[in-house]
């Protein structure tokens, strides 16, 4: 089961981009400042959103994927979530467009992010 669970993951992460934008992936680190890549930033705020075939991390959150789907080029996540806030599910929704990653986090856009290089 995990195996059939781990390539429809791995299918859905690696599809977000079909069509026109097949080579477009949500996989991997991403950040509305570009020096916030780096991995050393003070602020939670600037922190990347990192995302993973199991897992999402963004602003003091480490989630765990839950539930997975998509609509259009749209992939959206239910992740269960713990950080300062305590344990909670969140709603995730991450759009591939134009070399960005349209990121809606807990029903609230966050912003156009620029993958990490």
């Known amino acids: 089961m995990k195996v059939v669970w781990g390539a429809l993951v791995l299918g859905l992460l690696a599809g977000a981009g079909a069509g ?26 600037q922190t990347p959103l990192v995302v993973t075939d199991y897992s999402v991390r963004w602003r003091g959150d ?4 839950a539930r997975m789907y998509k609509t259009g080029d749209t992939v959206h996540i239910q992740a269960d979530c713990w950080g300062q806030s305590g344990e909670r599910s969140v709603p995730v929704s991450l ?14 856009v966050s912003g156009d992010l620029r993958r990490c290089e």
């Open 95 to 108: 759009r591939p467009h134009a070399g960005k990653l349209q990121l809606r986090w807990d029903r609230v």
């Open 62 to 65: 480490a989630c765990r994927i």
């Open 20 to 45: 026109a934008h097949a080579a477009e992936s949500v996989t991997g680190r991403w950040a509305l400042d570009p020096s916030a890549c780096s991995g050393f930033s003070f602020s939670v705020e």
